[in-house]
């Protein structure tokens, strides 16, 4: 603790700032790899006053934070013998500060859609454009296989036309409706 109380006011504040934001990164970081993300615990101040990052993030939330204060922190450790305006110092660690808030604002966004778990309902096919899979022979007289993209996934789905003429392999249809929970009715475009 001598050494902590010796330094000079800012960098005992830098020092602070970087170790006390890359424990609770770090207790962050170890809680979301064990599956309790403390997201479930930010703390968003809603009001007129709150600047908004978007997707639901606001600057004020505790990530936020936690990730301004390592990057204000280090920045003005690591930066202080290089830069002697203690004003010029503070304005870097602050710009880095936000950047740090910033970029993992858009890693965890980026984490999030990951999680994206591809269902997807066969109701939302209808109206979309499909390529016939494996043809389709004509007057519902049996069943082919299309390719359909619903919800940014390439899904394979069975399918029957009303048309007279047998559907082939690679001809665009378009999906008129849903026969069942996997059995689409399609018509050539």
């Known amino acids: 603790m001598e050494w902590y109380f010796s330094l000079p006011l800012l960098a005992q504040i830098f020092w602070a700032c970087a170790l006390i934001g890359s424990l609770i990164f770090l207790i962050q970081l170890v809680l979301t790899l064990v599956g309790m993300d403390s997201s479930d615990v930010e703390v968003d101040f809603d009001g007129p006053d709150t600047l908004d990052l978007g997707g639901g993030m606001s600057l004020f939330s505790l990530r936020a934070l936690v990730n301004f204060l390592v990057g204000f922190g280090w920045t003005g450790v690591s930066m202080r013998g290089l830069i002697d305006n203690n004003v010029v110092l503070i304005l870097a660690s602050v710009a880095v ?5 910033w970029i993992i604002k858009m890693l965890w966004d980026k984490i999030r859609h990951l999680e994206h778990n591809g269902a997807y309902k066969i109701e939302d096919a209808v109206g979309l454009t ?17 390719q359909i993209s619903i919800g940014g996934s390439v899904q394979e789905l069975n399918a029957v036309s009303d048309s007279t ?9 378009a999906v008129d409706s849903v026969i069942n929970s996997s059995t689409l009715l399609v018509k050539p475009c």
């Open 97 to 101: 500060g936000l950047f740090f808030a």
């Open 130 to 146: 499909a390529t016939v899979y494996i043809p389709i022979p004509p007057a519902r007289s049996g069943t082919g296989k299309v």
């Open 165 to 173: 003429d047998k559907l082939k392999t690679g001809q665009l249809v």
